[in-house]
Nanobody, 122 residues
Framework: QAQLVESGGGLVEAGGSLRLSCAAS????????MSWYRQRPGKERELVAG?????????????VNGEGVKGRFTISRDNALNMVYLQMNNLKPEDTAVYYC??????????WGQGTQVTVSS
């Protein structure tokens, strides 16, 4: 049974950092592209960052008001450990959201984690 478990969320002051982790199990992790999404209060879920199955390619979402998170957030993965990470630096109050881990296979199978809350105080 496929499972994604996020951790590392919490309360942090603006300008601070957090590192989110996502532990994957029950599917061939190294064959799946991985991504982080977030859902801010009252908003739709949005893409934060993604990484290819090999880790050789990364991409980042548009963020709030077109201000992308690239440069502040970094996605990475460790296929030996079945882990994907999101390093978040210089956090802003508008980054407050529930952050979700997602796995996508080439044949369109998709798995979601339960999410981890990130709260950034001003």
């Amino acid at each position: 049974q496929a499972q994604l478990v996020e951790s590392g969320g919490g309360l942090v002051e603006a300008g601070g950092s957090l590192r989110l982790s996502c532990a994957a199990s029950g599917f061939p992790f190294s064959y799946y592209a991985m991504s982080w999404y977030r859902q801010r209060p009252g908003k739709e879920r949005e893409l934060v960052a993604g990484i290819s199955s090999s880790g050789g390619s990364t991409y980042y979402g548009e963020g709030v008001n077109g201000e992308g998170v690239k440069g502040r957030f970094t996605i990475s993965r460790d296929n030996a450990l079945n882990m994907v990470y999101l390093q978040m630096n210089n956090l802003k109050p508008e980054d407050t959201a529930v952050y979700y881990c997602r796995a996508d296979s080439e044949d369109t199978r998709t798995y979601w984690g339960q999410g981890t809350q990130v709260t950034v105080s001003s």
